[in-house]
């Protein structure tokens, strides 16, 4: 148990302490395996609260205190998005449209302006919630042909995020299942994790959106649009 | 141009809006020479399916010629006098490919939010909703027409447009409803409701080879179109004592083989269910429309099939123990149109299926707001009302 890492976090470890002592008080009395067991358990609970680690955990491969992947400016525990759509092409025509800088601004275009930069990096502009701007310069981090592509963003944003894309076999021929993933660190720390909970499911839709702009424009050539939409309000909708 | 737009709850006005433009490769622009009304928008108009914005173009059954094509439309032209299915299809996705057309994955720009109601978003439609797309509607001069070389259907010679300008919506829908039947010889098919679509279901059970039709409604006039255009049985609910037990007697006991609900209901989501119980006592209309359902499913004989085609919400008092109990096959969809289409206008060629009886009422574009109040009335005998949008 001493080469173990910490895997329960702190809010987690008081409760803990405080649950394990009033479990294991009155099983000391008498001896049965119920009580036994209950013992154990408690006695796990007092251990992660003082140490901040918990061996039930390990067994079960949880962890609540996990923090930065090494060499990543995001917390793990920050709000991660996945959505995840099927499309009627190979992994590998899904994996080339994707890489194509043209191709990735449109589907991004819902929510964010993406601009190639001379360096081989990438150029975000997002306008946030309260219209201000974030921007930030992303760089591959994983690049497998065929199969994933992962990046994340250089150091010196308000807004580190990395984010995904993987491309897997879909059965009987119905192409590729595609699964998007995201994470933003939010800004101002537990203040900006509110606010991103705040959000709901807005950067959930807005993931989703991308993946089905990614799909509409791979199997149809275009996307499904409201742009100069007549209207007695005029034309260019947008719900 | 000038166009229909719904501006609130039972407020339609004719109005002077863009004209529409080429916005994709795929895209058309049609010069609509008839539209009509539908059941169906009488449930946004009054205000029972949400998101409808003020100054929606409506209108979703409907043909025209085409006047202008986008750079990569091939085989449609210039100059087709085309028809057009509700429905938004490209064609390309897993749904058109399987002939479930209405259930398209890639023309619904407003996926996401209809998700939160559907759990999957469908097909985009013409004039009916935001969350069903947002798309301008057709009762206008001119629509635009996304991915025209699945969707447009060119009119063969010889045909007029009140004959055509029901195989947009209302003909597929009911020959759709009668395909889910899968119909054998010697079948009974019933049918409740007896507007334009439940008619052109009785007319496609027939086509399809089934023994007899029996129709049953409350308005005499529809029940007469029902005997004389369709050549169906009919069964006025306001006569009879009850209508399972006079479907018995007209089947030896067996009932019929399939059932066929062609009414529908305004819609309700859960947060209106008092509103919707209060409505049920106090219309009359609203509780024979949640009753259909039900009556069609008590009427159904064992091991039959029950084809919905009614526009349905969130339904209380659902009987489902019935439908286990009796092993039904339940069928139901928005109109796979495309499928059907094709060989619509073979039967109607052929002189097997002729429409047009359900064009009552003919007006210009200028007067479809009023248009709309006939035939939400049922007045003057109305079944259905094409409007003429290029007619001064």
Same mark, same amino acid.
């Given at each position: 148990m001493t080469t173990q890492v910490n895997n329960v976090g702190a809010a987690e470890r008081i409760v803990s302490v405080a649950a394990g002592g009033l479990l294991i008080a009155p099983l000391l009395r008498k001896v049965s395996v119920v009580n036994a067991t209950g013992a154990l358990l408690g006695l796990d609970l007092v251990c992660r609260g003082v @140490?901040?680690?918990?061996? #039930?955990?390990?067994? #079960?491969?949880?962890?609540?205190? =996990? !923090? @930065? !992947?090494?060499?990543?400016?995001?917390?793990? =525990?920050s709000p991660e998005i996945q959505r995840s759509i099927t499309i009627g092409r190979s992994k590998e025509e899904l994996y080339q449209f994707w890489r194509n800088e043209t191709n990735l601004a449109h589907i991004m275009a819902h929510f964010a302006d993406v601009t190639p930069r001379t360096n081989g990096s990438t150029h975000w502009r997002v306008r946030g919630p309260l219209k201000q701007m974030f921007e930030w310069d992303s760089q591959l981090t994983t690049d497998e042909p065929g199969s994933r592509i992962a990046w994340e963003s250089l150091p010196g944003t308000e807004l580190p995020n990395r984010g995904e894309v993987i491309f897997k076999d879909a059965a009987g021929g119905r192409g590729s299942e595609v699964f998007l993933r995201m994470q933003f660190e939010p800004p101002l720390g537990a203040a900006g994790a509110s606010i991103v909970k705040a959000l709901g499911k807005v950067p959930r839709l807005i993931a989703g959106a991308a993946l089905r702009r990614f799909k509409s424009l791979v199997e149809t050539g275009e996307l499904p649009t409201l742009a100069h939409n007549p209207s007695g309000r005029g034309t260019s909708d947008r719900y | 141009m000038r166009a229909l737009c719904w501006n609130g709850v039972n407020d339609l006005r004719v109005e002077t809006v863009p004209d529409p433009v080429i916005?994709? /490769?795929?895209d058309v622009i049609l010069r609509v020479t008839m539209s009509t009304t539908c059941g169906s928008d009488l449930h946004f108009i009054d205000g029972y399916i949400p998101s409808m914005r003020a100054g929606d173009v409506i209108g979703h059954e409907f043909m025209g010629e085409v006047v202008e094509t986008g750079r990569d439309v091939k085989k449609i032209k &210039?100059?087709? *006098?085309?028809?057009?299915p509700s429905f938004i299809c490209c064609g390309q996705c897993w749904y058109c490919q399987h002939d479930l057309w209405s259930l398209c994955d890639n023309t619904n720009p407003n996926a996401e939010m209809q998700s939160a109601l559907l759990g999957y978003p469908t097909a985009g439609i013409y004039g009916y909703t935001h969350a069903f797309g947002g798309f301008a509607g057709a009762h206008a001069q001119y629509v *635009?027409? /996304?991915?025209?070389?699945?969707?447009?259907?060119?009119v063969p010679?010889?045909?007029r447009d009140e004959q055509v300008v029901f195989l947009s919506d209302a003909a597929p829908t009911g020959y759709m409803g009668a395909d889910f039947c899968n119909i054998h010889p010697g079948d009974t098919v019933a049918v409740w409701g007896c507007g334009g679509v439940g008619l052109m279901a009785q007319k496609s059970a027939y086509l399809l080879g089934a023994e007899r039709v029996i129709a049953i409604d409350r308005y005499p006039e529809r029940l007469r179109a029902a005997r004389e255009n369709v050549g169906a049985v009919t069964i006025n609910y306001e006569e009879v004592d009850s209508v399972l037990e006079a479907l018995q007697d007209m089947t030896g006991g067996r009932g019929p083989d399939s059932c066929i609900d062609a009414v529908g209901m305004e819609a309700h989501g859960t947060g209106l269910q008092y509103k919707y119980? *209060?409505? &049920?006592?106090?219309?009359?209309?609203?509780?024979?429309r949640g009753d259909a359902l039900r009556e069609a499913i008590m009427a159904v004989r064992k091991g039959g099939t029950l084809s919905i085609l009614g526009v349905y919400g969130v339904?209380? &008092?659902?009987?489902i123990g019935v439908i286990m109990n009796k092993g039904l096959t339940v069928r139901t969809a928005q109109q796979h149109g495309q499928k059907y289409v094709p060989r619509l206008l073979q039967h109607t060629v052929k002189g097997e299926l002729d429409a047009s009886f359900l064009a009552t009422h003919r007006m210009s574009l200028e007067e479809s707001a009023q248009g709309y109040e006939v035939f939400k009335n049922k007045a003057e005998d109305c079944l259905r009302v094409v409007f003429l949008p290029q007619a001064a």
């Amino acid at each position: 148990m001493t080469t173990q890492v910490n895997n329960v976090g702190a809010a987690e470890r008081i409760v803990s302490v405080a649950a394990g002592g009033l479990l294991i008080a009155p099983l000391l009395r008498k001896v049965s395996v119920v009580n036994a067991t209950g013992a154990l358990l408690g006695l796990d609970l007092v251990c992660r609260g003082v @140490r901040g680690q918990s061996p #039930l955990y390990s067994v #079960l491969g949880f962890n609540t205190a =996990a !923090k @930065r !992947k090494p060499g990543s400016q995001i917390e793990a =525990a920050s709000p991660e998005i996945q959505r995840s759509i099927t499309i009627g092409r190979s992994k590998e025509e899904l994996y080339q449209f994707w890489r194509n800088e043209t191709n990735l601004a449109h589907i991004m275009a819902h929510f964010a302006d993406v601009t190639p930069r001379t360096n081989g990096s990438t150029h975000w502009r997002v306008r946030g919630p309260l219209k201000q701007m974030f921007e930030w310069d992303s760089q591959l981090t994983t690049d497998e042909p065929g199969s994933r592509i992962a990046w994340e963003s250089l150091p010196g944003t308000e807004l580190p995020n990395r984010g995904e894309v993987i491309f897997k076999d879909a059965a009987g021929g119905r192409g590729s299942e595609v699964f998007l993933r995201m994470q933003f660190e939010p800004p101002l720390g537990a203040a900006g994790a509110s606010i991103v909970k705040a959000l709901g499911k807005v950067p959930r839709l807005i993931a989703g959106a991308a993946l089905r702009r990614f799909k509409s424009l791979v199997e149809t050539g275009e996307l499904p649009t409201l742009a100069h939409n007549p209207s007695g309000r005029g034309t260019s909708d947008r719900y | 141009m000038r166009a229909l737009c719904w501006n609130g709850v039972n407020d339609l006005r004719v109005e002077t809006v863009p004209d529409p433009v080429i916005v994709n /490769p795929d895209d058309v622009i049609l010069r609509v020479t008839m539209s009509t009304t539908c059941g169906s928008d009488l449930h946004f108009i009054d205000g029972y399916i949400p998101s409808m914005r003020a100054g929606d173009v409506i209108g979703h059954e409907f043909m025209g010629e085409v006047v202008e094509t986008g750079r990569d439309v091939k085989k449609i032209k &210039k100059g087709d *006098r085309v028809v057009v299915p509700s429905f938004i299809c490209c064609g390309q996705c897993w749904y058109c490919q399987h002939d479930l057309w209405s259930l398209c994955d890639n023309t619904n720009p407003n996926a996401e939010m209809q998700s939160a109601l559907l759990g999957y978003p469908t097909a985009g439609i013409y004039g009916y909703t935001h969350a069903f797309g947002g798309f301008a509607g057709a009762h206008a001069q001119y629509v *635009r027409v /996304p991915h025209a070389d699945v969707d447009c259907f060119v009119v063969p010679e010889g045909l007029r447009d009140e004959q055509v300008v029901f195989l947009s919506d209302a003909a597929p829908t009911g020959y759709m409803g009668a395909d889910f039947c899968n119909i054998h010889p010697g079948d009974t098919v019933a049918v409740w409701g007896c507007g334009g679509v439940g008619l052109m279901a009785q007319k496609s059970a027939y086509l399809l080879g089934a023994e007899r039709v029996i129709a049953i409604d409350r308005y005499p006039e529809r029940l007469r179109a029902a005997r004389e255009n369709v050549g169906a049985v009919t069964i006025n609910y306001e006569e009879v004592d009850s209508v399972l037990e006079a479907l018995q007697d007209m089947t030896g006991g067996r009932g019929p083989d399939s059932c066929i609900d062609a009414v529908g209901m305004e819609a309700h989501g859960t947060g209106l269910q008092y509103k919707y119980d *209060r409505l &049920k006592q106090a219309l009359r209309m609203e509780t024979d429309r949640g009753d259909a359902l039900r009556e069609a499913i008590m009427a159904v004989r064992k091991g039959g099939t029950l084809s919905i085609l009614g526009v349905y919400g969130v339904m209380d &008092k659902f009987p489902i123990g019935v439908i286990m109990n009796k092993g039904l096959t339940v069928r139901t969809a928005q109109q796979h149109g495309q499928k059907y289409v094709p060989r619509l206008l073979q039967h109607t060629v052929k002189g097997e299926l002729d429409a047009s009886f359900l064009a009552t009422h003919r007006m210009s574009l200028e007067e479809s707001a009023q248009g709309y109040e006939v035939f939400k009335n049922k007045a003057e005998d109305c079944l259905r009302v094409v409007f003429l949008p290029q007619a001064a």
